[in-house]
């Protein structure tokens, strides 16, 4: 079965500290993960990860993939409480022919200030 | 501006009612979805088409029902068999759901419904 499990599922730390969120998965004929923020309503995209190894960053975000142990970490560096937000980890899932995208329960952020 | 609209933004449903959410795309992409939002639970899949015509269940689809007769245009009802349906319903797009680059999912702004 297709799953997408992310940790920690809550996080509270202090403004200026660095959080790395984990996301794990099992899929049929990976392709790609992607990350989302989730402030409010819509869930806004970050990144998206094709290859192992290759960071990507933007500002203080930046996350990896490891396609051998099937896992992502995206990190935050110096938070702030705009920071706070769920963050999403998703991957495209194939199901017979056609893709569907599995997301993971999230991990609830929140920035004290 | 290019975009998804969902509607409405809140509804509330009496039990045994069928309601109907609306989810329309200005961006030509091909694939949309639906999902369901529930605290703690992340985003579900409930439906999902690849285009016109043509659409697949999700994992929880069981009460649901869609349909997909123009491109742009992707309607979720919930039905009364649907046990549970107080949640958040998100509506997305994506310009194809089977190339590397093309995953990426533009979202709606939601529509919460509420059974009374």
């Known amino acids: 079965e297709d799953k997408v499990v992310q940790s920690p599922l809550s996080l509270v730390v202090h403004e200026g500290d660095t959080v790395t969120l984990n996301c794990s998965y099992e899929?049929?004929?990976?392709?790609?993960l992607l990350w989302y923020k989730q402030e409010k309503k819509a869930p806004t995209f970050l990144f998206m990860l094709t290859s192992s190894g290759i960071e990507k960053k933007s500002g203080r975000l930046s996350s990896i993939l490891d396609k051998k142990e099937l896992f992502s970490i995206l990190n935050i560096t110096a938070t702030q409480t705009g920071d706070s937000a769920v963050y999403l980890c998703a991957v495209p899932a194939e199901a017979n022919r056609d893709d569907k995208i599995i997301f993971g329960k999230g991990t609830r952020l929140h920035i004290l200030p | 501006d290019g975009g998804i609209t969902q509607s409405p933004k809140y509804l509330f449903r009496k039990e045994g009612q069928n309601v109907t959410l609306s989810c329309e795309q200005n961006?030509?992409?091909?694939?949309m979805y639906w999902y369901r939002q529930d605290p703690g639970q992340g985003l579900r899949l409930i439906y999902y088409s690849q285009i016109v015509n043509d659409f697949q269940k999700g994992d929880i689809a069981e009460g649901y029902s869609v349909s997909r007769e123009k491109k742009e245009s992707f309607p979720l009802t919930v039905t009364s068999a649907q046990k549970n349906p107080t949640a958040f319903y998100l509506c997305?797009?994506?310009?194809?759901?089977?190339?590397?680059?093309?995953?990426?999912?533009?979202f709606g702004a939601g529509s919460r419904l509420t059974v009374l």
């Open positions: 997305a797009s994506s310009p194809s759901a089977r190339f590397p680059g093309a995953n990426v999912l533009t």
């Open positions: 899929v049929t004929n990976f392709r790609s």
């Open positions: 961006l030509n992409h091909d694939a």
